[in-house]
């Protein structure tokens, strides 16, 4: 069964600052996708970024960045210039066989002033 | 920008009462998807639909759940007789196709509560 890890339930970074969230997955496959997702306190489900598998470019948008280790199974999201609308949920999933996601169990980032 | 919405925003239910919640997928996505969320828990993939055919569902999607797409626009999830643990928000989403790059745009959620 694949499983997407995230490792830390809760952090917290002053605004302004860097900030990495943890995640690890399992699978099989050579060929995937993963994402990182942003839950405010509103409850949405927003796309924050993607990654392409076999691209070995680290992605980014604007403030968010990732770090992919293929080998390692890992991909760590880095925000930076952190702001207090960054405060949310924050999910890794990684892209199933039929379209589905699979979710890690989230991190509880807050932003303090 | 197109959104998928959701109705209703919460719903309060009886136990064994059937419920369902409503979604209207962006209008040219052909892919769509319900996931649920118990509250403190990781969100959970219960159906993906394709076709009009359930093209995959989880061990959570048991007899008492089903979805339909009954008039091209809509997308409903049932839930014949619901139970305590039904309670949680429900996420409907769709993708314009199935390569697992294309994005889910989710919706805003049903709050479901079951008494």
Redesign the interface.
Same mark, same amino acid.
Request: aromatic share 24%.
């Given at each position: 069964a694949q499983t997407v890890t995230q490792s830390q339930p809760e952090m917290s970074v002053q605004e302004a600052e860097t900030v990495t969230l943890s995640c690890t997955y399992d699978t099989s496959e050579n060929n %995937? %996708?993963l994402?990182w %997702?942003k839950q405010p306190p509103? *409850?949405?489900?927003? #796309?924050v970024i *993607?990654q392409?598998a076999y691209k070995q470019q680290n992605a980014t948008e604007n403030r968010f960045s990732v770090n992919f280790q293929k080998a390692a199974k890992s991909f760590s999201l880095k925000i930076s210039d952190s702001q207090l609308g960054d405060t949310a949920m924050y999910?890794c999933?990684k892209?199933?066989?039929?379209?589905? #996601?699979?979710?890690?169990?989230?991190t509880k980032l807050s932003v303090k002033p | 920008e197109p959104e998928v919405t959701q109705t209703p925003s919460h719903q309060v239910t009886q136990m064994g009462q059937e419920v369902i919640l409503r979604c209207v997928p962006i209008s040219n996505h052909l892919y769509f998807y319900w996931y649920r969320q118990i509250l403190g828990q990781k969100v959970e993939f219960l159906v993906s639909f394709y076709n009009n055919e359930i093209s995959e569902k989880s061990e959570i999607f048991d007899d008492q759940f089903s979805v339909e797409r009954p008039d091209g626009s809509n997308f409903t999830l049932k839930i014949r007789s619901t139970k305590l643990e039904d309670s949680a928000m429900y996420f409907c989403a769709s993708r314009i196709e199935s390569v697992n790059n294309s994005p889910l745009h989710f919706g805003n959620g049903t709050r479901l509560t079951v008494t």
């Open positions: %995937y %996708y994402f %997702y509103s *409850r949405q489900m927003i #796309l *993607r392409e999910f999933a892209g199933g066989s039929q379209g589905n #996601l699979i979710f890690g169990k989230g | -």
